[in-house]
């Protein structure tokens, strides 16, 4: 097979990042937009020994899992890789991505997996779910303003303000703020040359408050005529908190390290179940607020609390999964490497009456070895929600130590989550249940719960 070969393919597969995979003569090939059962023309662009990738060109036969896309961009924008799949199918193809991570790289045998692993839990409407949407701002060829979403790998902004999976009432957020920026001059931030004011319009809504907070990130240190805009957003049903967020570095990070208000409060209001958190712009809180609840209340189920427990929450964030926990158990200590997070923890924590939960800024793989080994504070059950690249070992092992009943995993990365499953079983615990959460519909991205046990010794 050679670059710029034009072939045709029967999709048998789906790769871990949503493409197609079939093969010619053997040969595998990855082919981005295709689905599982379909029949394809694509173009080879990266040719190597024993597989490739390829583009799609032309559909000659339709999959029975093939369904029109709500978004006319999406097979541009790097957001909804599967958006092309059924829901039903897509689902199927995220609890097959878990159990086979498990079988392969955690070595959990098929065996075992039959009887633990739950039905994956899955939306009824798996649309306009996310509560949090960052938009860059730029302009195209033509020099006219756009904002929309970055096409895969790539930082080229697809114009696009009406996104399928998004909040609707963030469409006239932008085109306010868009009509604004044209009508007073204000220019969009350029990568290259690194001017421009408005690098992104950052929106977050409350699922259960309807409360609505914008914040600018701009590369200097004021929005000029805010006064104008802030009256004009002010309008929106719900705008709570106007922001902005300094960024002056040349840097793919979005938000900078200073906040400021233009309007309102620097935090706006939402629930998670019956507790109730304050959210600012840089504060980590999950964005499908329906699936968090079915999440954490997974979370909270596998753990299986009587009131007497001591609970370690490890990569705690602004303390959602602690505050959870904290309604059912003895004492929850949380862990978060962001000390602003931490701050918000605490915040949240009185913002509801919790009185026994205490959190500490630092590194997991730091504060709980001290903690443990120099302050003699044990854990009942520990629960850890990583981020993607899962536990430094030192946590893992000073978790063995540790031995407490029960390890409840939560996992963003089911890859990284069947390493560290490998690691414990290995020291002494079994896995006791599995549920995958479809956090991210119509993404190739997925949520797993995994209940750990300690065996009898």
């Known amino acids: 097979m050679r670059k710029n ?30 689905v599982i059962g379909d029949v394809v023309e694509a173009k080879v662009t990266k040719a190597k020994k024993n597989y490739g990738y390829a583009r799609l060109v032309n559909i000659h036969t339709k999959s029975k899992f093939r369904t029109d896309p709500r978004c006319d961009v999406a097979r541009q924008c790097g957001g909804c890789q599967i958006q092309a799949m059924s829901y039903e199918r897509q689902l199927e193809y995220k609890k097959e991505k878990v159990r086979n991570n498990l079988i392969r790289i955690g070595d959990v045998p098929e065996d075992l997996l039959r009887k633990v692993m739950e039905p994956i839990c899955g939306m009824e409407d798996p649309y306009h779910y996310r509560n949090k949407a960052q938009f860059p701002v730029g302009t195209d060829r033509e020099g006219n303003l756009i904002t929309g979403f970055y096409a895969g790998r790539t930082h080229q902004i697809i114009p696009h303000m009406d996104c399928a999976i998004g909040r609707e009432e963030n469409k006239d957020i932008l085109d306010i703020i868009l009509t604004f920026m044209k009508e007073y001059k204000i220019l969009p931030y350029d990568e ?154 605490k915040q949240n924590a009185q913002l509801n009456g919790i009185k026994n939960a205490e959190f500490y800024a630092g590194k997991a793989e730091e504060i709980l070895p001290e903690k443990y080994e120099k302050d003699g504070i044990q854990g009942d059950i520990i629960v850890v929600d990583p981020p993607r690249k899962g536990c430094e070992e030192s946590v893992l092992e000073t978790m063995v130590k540790m031995k407490p009943e029960k390890i409840v995993y939560v996992s963003c990365d089911s890859a990284t989550l069947a390493r560290d499953v490998k690691y414990l079983r290995e020291r002494g615990y079994e896995v006791g249940k599995v549920k995958a959460v479809d956090m991210f519909p119509h993404s190739v991205h997925v949520e797993t719960v995994v209940l750990l046990e300690r065996k009898a010794q």
């Not at 789906?14 to 040969?27: F, S």
């Open 192 to 345: 290259t040359s690194h001017r421009g004011l408005v690098r992104h319009i950052l929106i977050r809504s409350g699922h259960r408050t309807n409360e609505i907070m914008v914040c600018l990130v701009i590369n200097g240190n004021e929005v000029p005529y805010s006064q104008i805009l802030t009256e004009r957003l002010a309008k929106i049903p719900g705008m709570k908190s106007i922001t902005y967020s300094i960024n002056r570095e040349k840097t793919n990070v979005i938000m900078g390290r200073e906040t400021g208000i233009l309007r309102g409060q620097e935090y706006i209001t939402d629930y998670i179940g019956d507790i109730r958190y304050h959210i600012s712009p840089l504060s980590f809180y999950q964005v499908n607020p329906v699936q968090t609840e079915q999440l954490y209340g997974t979370a909270l189920e596998y753990a299986g609390l009587s009131g007497n427990e001591t609970v370690w929450d490890l990569y705690c964030g602004i303390g959602t999964i602690s505050l959870f926990l904290a309604r059912k158990a003895k004492q929850v200590y949380g862990v978060e490497i962001v000390p602003q997070a931490v701050e918000d923890a």
């Open 5 to 34: 070969d034009v072939v045709t393919v029967a999709i048998e597969d789906i790769g871990i990042n949503g493409e197609g995979i079939g093969k010619v003569d053997g040969y595998a090939l990855f082919i981005k937009d295709a």
